[in-house]
């Protein structure tokens, strides 16, 4: 995340516009992102830079002939060639797209990929059709920069009862905090690294949108600020809970939490609830079960928050009741929302079958947010039933005869 003064962007954009003659389009186009970190940079070859910083446009016989960026946590600077370069996208909107022909075997590798990318998602909305649910509508730049402004104001209106709050912007996530900000940063960072997770785990390419606009998060420092923000704002109750995200039906997630005493419990719990609203949004409003969205919600904290043992804390804890009790319990996989000791079970039965095979694990969860039963996307993507995923489970864990919540 980077913050620059007006006079610096000041200079910056005056170093754009030299270097772009007036008449290019592209130039034009580009100037006003100079300064700032645009969406991605994707090259002929498939290569993508998300998230970069655009620091100059370099001008030949006044056409932009490169870019030059500082890719996303680097310090050191990048010069792309303009020929090379595939796509540029800033504010969510394309603002270069080169043209099909005359490209490199290399070069058509990347387009194909993405085209297959995007046939995957074509076909993808054409099941959700045929099965009556309704995929989240494509936004446009304007709809994602207005849903930006309507979360500013919300949080302008919350800031006239909690003006502590200070705001703070990544890329994907809009945060509202009175946490100090180099306490803040780390926790912003592992946002950051979750999103980008579980793209990398659903086979969604890193820099394409997720969020309608961005995801909002409101954290306090204090347990009974948060308590009554989430009275007065959101209507929810808030006991037992450090955190609470809540998705909208017209797609806007809001998550709200404090920063409690164990600052590696507060990042598991922050990326945890903040998965929940990226399920939420991707591909379709479509609910998982309970017990896969909590068990993804705790496989990714625990991928991201290393040095929290939360996770393999409440796997021993839910071990040790399957060992005694011969099952996992009530209502395990349709309860609107599984027991406390039951999230160990979920966390671990969702790494046994990403171990298993990743991709199928994507194809399970795609599926039934296609619409598809959960049986059947489980047949469809690992070939057995939900009593067969039990006792493959069971068996991993040395519990061959572990009996299902019905048993």
């Known amino acids: 995340m980077r913050h620059l003064s007006r006079w610096a962007c000041g200079i910056a954009l005056a170093v754009a516009v030299t270097a ?27 290569r993508r830079f998300v998230r970069p910083t655009l620091e100059r446009v370099v001008a030949k016989e006044g056409r932009v002939a490169a870019i030059r960026v500082r890719p996303e946590g680097q310090g050191a600077a990048v010069t792309l060639s303009l020929p090379g370069i595939a796509r540029i996208v800033a504010g969510r909107e394309t603002i270069h797209e080169a043209e099909a022909g005359g490209r490199s075997w290399s070069q058509l590798r990347g387009r194909r990929a993405r085209e297959t990318y995007e046939q995957g998602v074509a076909e993808s909305r054409a099941r959700m059709q045929a099965r009556g649910v309704e995929p989240w509508p494509t936004l446009s730049a304007a709809d994602h920069a207005r849903a930006v402004d309507e979360l500013r104001r919300f949080v302008e209106l919350a800031r006239q009862e909690f003006p502590g709050l200070a705001v703070h912007e990544t890329h994907e996530f809009l945060v509202a905090s009175d946490i100090p900000a180099p306490q803040l940063a780390p926790f912003l960072a592992d946002l950051d690294a979750m999103h980008d997770a579980l793209c990398d785990l659903y086979g969604i390419p890193r820099g394409e949108p997720v969020w309608l606009g961005k995801c909002l998060v409101v954290a306090f420092l204090r347990e009974d600020d948060y308590v009554a923000f989430e009275a007065r704002f959101m209507k929810a109750d808030t006991r037992g809970t450090q955190g609470m995200c809540h998705q909208r ?62 996770v393999p804390l409440k796997e021993a804890r839910a071990a040790a009741f399957m060992r005694s009790t011969g099952g996992v319990g009530p209502a395990f996989f349709t309860a609107d929302n599984i027991q406390p000791m039951q999230y160990g079970i979920a966390s671990g039965m969702v790494r046994f079958l990403i171990a298993r095979d990743a991709q199928a694990f994507a194809s399970f969860v795609r599926a039934i947010k296609e619409g598809e039963a959960v049986d059947a996307a489980l047949a469809d993507s690992f070939g057995g039933s939900l009593d067969d995923l039990l006792r493959s489970y069971g068996r991993s864990i040395g519990l061959p005869a572990l009996r299902g919540p019905a048993d």
Do not use: K, Y
């Open 20 to 46: 772009a003659s007036r008449g290019d389009e592209l130039g034009d186009r580009l100037t006003p992102h100079v300064g700032t970190t645009i969406d991605l940079i994707e090259l002929g070859t498939g």
């Open 249 to 310: 039906s017209d797609g806007r997630v809001v998550t709200a939490c404090h920063r409690g005493s164990d600052p590696a419990a507060f990042a598991h719990m922050l990326v945890h609830e903040t998965s929940h609203g990226f399920n939420h949004r991707w591909m379709s409003p479509q609910r998982l079960p309970n017990w896969l969205n909590e068990g993804i919600a705790e496989w990714v904290g625990a991928r991201v928050v290393r040095g929290c043992d939360q």
